[in-house]
T-cell receptor, first 112, second 113 residues
Framework: GQQLNQSPQSMFIQEGEDVSMNCTSS?????WLWYKQDPGEGPVLLIA?????ELTSNGRLTAQFGITRKDSFLNISASIPSDVGIYFC????????????FGQGTRLTINP | NAGVTQTPKFQVLKTGQSMTLQCAQD?????MYWYRQDPGMGLRLIYY???????DKGEVPNGYNVSRLNKREFSLRLESAAPSQTSVYFC????????????FGSGTQLSVL
């Protein structure tokens, strides 16, 4: 099946720093989604991207749908302690059952 | 409150025991999904139900069965639990017709000893 490669797997940063993570795929997707998971909770949707080249912001978060439809990135500006968690990218299959395929996740740790 | 409800929150089983994880959504979504989450593996699809009355295998279906009882409920059953099934299980739902995003329950942490 399709796979997404998400990097980095983990990040250790200082509060106030900017964060960047990305996902790449060997296949194209129609939709890219970015989720955040807090400890003990299910993933919560942060940003949805529907068109190649689309750049979307949600507060301090900015995500882009790559022009080739095979990649996406998420940036977090001026990180704060509540940004800690695991971030997942997900791509919606173009064909068939249109399942969501998830990346392995990026674990973000912030030192105050 | 509208959303996806999973029960139980935590469960410990002995090898060979059986159990059913329950999931219900009240958003009238057509599609429902079961994922498992393991460290470094992300979320892997076990089974999904594109609509009421249909179920299909995902990426890691072995050792599991599912039932789409009605539009609201989608259960996951472990007939004979194995230690390799120790994981966190998430149910999710989505309305494909409206291209709505996947919404997750809060998870079930399962340990098989």
């Amino acid at each position: 099946g399709q796979q997404l490669n998400q990097s980095p797997q983990s990040m250790f940063i200082q509060e106030g720093e900017d964060v960047s993570m990305n996902c790449t795929s060997s296949s194209i997707f129609n939709t890219w989604l970015w989720y955040k998971q807090d400890p003990g909770e299910g993933p919560v949707l942060l940003i949805a991207l529907y068109k190649a080249g689309e750049l979307t912001s949600n507060g301090r978060l900015t995500a882009q749908f790559g022009i080739t439809r095979k990649d996406s990135f998420l940036n977090i500006s001026a990180s704060i302690p509540s940004d800690v968690g695991i971030y997942f990218c997900a791509g919606l299959e173009v064909w068939g059952a249109q399942k969501l395929v998830f990346g392995q996740g990026t674990r973000l740790t912030i030192n105050p | 409150n509208a959303g996806v409800t999973q029960t139980p929150k935590f469960q410990v089983l002995k090898t060979g025991q059986s159990m059913t994880l329950q999931c219900a959504q009240d958003m009238n979504h057509n599609s429902m999904y079961w994922y498992r989450q393991d460290p470094g593996m992300g979320l892997r699809l076990i089974y999904y139900s594109a609509s009421e009355g249909t179920t299909d295998k995902g990426e890691v279906p072995n050792g599991y069965n599912v039932s789409r009882l009605n539009k609201r409920e989608f259960s996951l059953r472990l007939e004979s639990a194995a230690p390799s099934q120790t994981s966190v299980y998430f149910c999710a739902s989505r309305d494909r017709a409206a291209n709505e995003k996947l919404l997750f329950g809060s998870g079930t942490q399962l340990s098989v000893l």
